[in-house]
């Protein structure tokens, strides 16, 4: 019986991709035209009521167009946030529906340039999508299993996504472990291959941390103290004050949170704050933000200042907040990015390490890693790699597109 037409699916916290094999080769898919990524955002325009996604739904956030806006979608699944509806362009919808609608244009997209249609899909997936919680692993695969069914897929399987990363290198003898930085999370795959380029998996292993964790405390240390993080709020019923609510702050900094924080009650909790503020103009920022709803371009702000204070010709970097006010920011020199995300980046290396323990493989015998995701390719987690394997090669030269391009090779025999 013929194998099924399968798609490769890299469906990311921030990014995704499709692909499939083509004489032996990955073949990645123009999801948008020239590009063969695609942002995983989606925007609920008021007027005409419909969803955009990709990069068309971050243009109308950035063009300031009336609609609502998201992303970090992955982030929720596991969690009962997935399938708390919203009212959105006249329709109670939950998280599962808006993934599956997306999920359901990437197919469509994928089927329109390749002139055939994709009934089954192979899909990556975190080693652990929750990192200590193996009922939450569970019920996340789950949850991302009916998605792909409600997008129009008749089955799925997946494959670790540092796993699908090896099968998209150039085979080299020895031992190599494949660092991958995602959005939501960082995976690892400790991998030996022989002089044929035979590939044996030695161990896999993952922590919840990621790209958009670095963007939320940058935001806590750089951002929300603009915007009354840490200042004094009076006592309404004494001489006193009390810090503000640190909540608020933390969930406005937290990319997969801030949908949730455009509600009315927030909305007033915000301007009760403003009212006892020993420091009016922050709390004031804050009121905006929250009514023009401009929590996600805050997002975007922290990341762009984090990819600008990476590249060591861009000396005066910062986070550019002038969306709220005129002239507002705050600088990120590279030494303010590595102290603001030293933990998390402590904690994926302990999760590397732990990798090599699994499999009782030293440091010392590492002779490559392949670095994956945007993420991977920061300064400090190439350091504090490089401090764990000193013997290692590091190898970045297809960060954007390995796990793609791994998924799209092995789609082809995912169900033969």
Known sequence: MPAPNTLGIDFGTSNSAAGIAVAGRPYLIDLEPGQNTLPTAVFFEDQPRRMRIGSHATSALIDGEE??????????????????????????????????????????????ACHQEFTHALSGRPVKFHSKDETRNQQAEADLRQCYIEAGFSDVRFMYEPEAAVHSAVPQPGLGLVVDIGGGTSDFTLFEQDQDGATRVLASHGVRIGGTDFDRLLSIAHVMPLLGRGSEIRDTFGAGTLPAPARIF??????????????????????????????????????????????????????????????????????DLKIVEPGLGAALSPDLLQSAIADPVAGITACAAETLALAGVPAERISRVLLVGGSALLTPIQASISALLPTADLQCENALTAVAAGLALQAETAFA
């Open 250 to 319: 933390n969930e406005l900094a937290t990319w997969q949170m801030i949908p949730f924080l455009y509600s009315a009650d927030t909305r007033r909790s915000a301007r009760g704050l403003l009212q006892q503020a020993v420091e009016p103009d922050k709390l004031s920022r804050l009121v905006s933000v929250l009514e023009d709803e401009l929590g996600h371009d805050l997002a975007f702000a922290c990341e762009r200042g984090k990819i600008n204070a990476n590249r060591p010709d861009h000396p005066g970097a910062r986070i």
């Open 67 to 112: 609609g609502r806006f998201m992303r970090a979608l992955k982030s929720l699944l596991g969690t009962p946030l997935l399938h708390e509806k919203r009212r959105l362009n006249g329709e109670l919808i939950d998280f599962t529906g808006i993934t599956a609608r997306f999920l359901r244009e990437v197919k469509t997209r994928a089927e329109a």
